[in-house]
Structures are given as C-alpha cells and as structure tokens.
C-alpha cells in the first residue's frame, strides 16, 4: 500500500511523502514533459514523432492520475 499523501490545495494537485514507487512514476512524467516539449517545439516533428509523443505523454498522465487515485 502506498504511503503517498496527495492533496488539493487551491485547485492543484500536491504529492508528498512519496514512497519510491510513486517517486519513480513522477520522475518519469516530468521527464516525458521535458523531452515532449523539447520535440513539439521542433518544426521537423514528423507524424510519427507527434503521436509517439502524445502516447508518452498520455502514459505518463496515466500514471499520475492513477497515483492520485482518479483512475
């Protein structure tokens, strides 16, 4: 069971006391943010690179909303 404490404060989302698992899911979705920006800026971005990106983001949103109990 995950000691993770999620919370809504002000209308976003806090995570804290994370336990390694859920740390690790974080860290992806921050890093799939990162390398997803990093290509859409890109005006070379081809089909295929769009909607592999928009799956890994779609995952990592998943993920978190998974961690915070919304799936």
Do not use: C
Not at 43 to 60: G, I, K, N
């Amino acid at each position: 069971m995950s000691l993770t404490k999620v919370e809504m404060i002000g209308g976003a989302v806090w995570i804290s006391d994370l336990d390694p698992e859920d740390a690790a899911l974080i860290r992806n979705a921050s890093a799939v943010l990162d390398h997803a920006r990093a290509l859409l800026r890109s005006p070379e971005l081809s089909a295929h690179e769009a909607r592999f990106t928009a799956r890994a983001l779609a995952d990592a949103l998943y993920d978190v909303l998974v961690l915070n109990g919304q799936r």
